[in-house]
Nanobody, 112 residues
Framework: QVQLVESGGGLVQAGGSLRLSCAAS????????MSWYRQAPGKQRELVAG???????NYADSVKGRFTISRDNGKNTVYLQMNSLKREDTAVYLCNGDGWIWGQGTQVTVSS
């Protein structure tokens, strides 16, 4: 069974950037939709961005113009480039494949 492992989280100042990676132990080509979600303390998990096998993308309104999702099927990796980070972006970011397989998450903390 494919496993997803996120990395790239950390502490960054507001206005800064981070790039998250989601590496799969097997082929991600079998997944039609790869997505990034996030969950902040006391809040529900929310969809941040998704990308189809063909490269179509969608974003939460709160991150449009700041975050970019991409996938490299050859490297079995999905990325989330996050620019102009805000304090409200602080959360655990989780990778998801086709709605049913999850990674363990990576913490992103944005300080003022």
């Amino acid at each position: 069974q494919v496993q997803l492992v996120e990395s790239g989280g950390g502490l960054v100042q507001a206005g800064g950037s981070l790039r998250l990676s989601c590496a799969a132990s097997g082929s991600i080509f079998s997944f039609n939709i790869m997505s990034w979600y996030r969950q902040a303390p006391g809040k529900q998990r929310e969809l941040v961005a998704g990308i189809s096998r063909g490269g179509s993308t969608n974003y939460a309104d709160s991150v449009k113009g700041r975050f970019t999702i991409s996938r490299d099927n050859g490297k079995n990796t999905v990325y989330l480039q996050m620019n102009s980070l805000k304090r409200e972006d602080t959360a655990v970011y989780l990778c998801n494949g086709d709605g049913w397989i999850w990674g363990q998450g990576t913490q992103v903390t944005v300080s003022s």
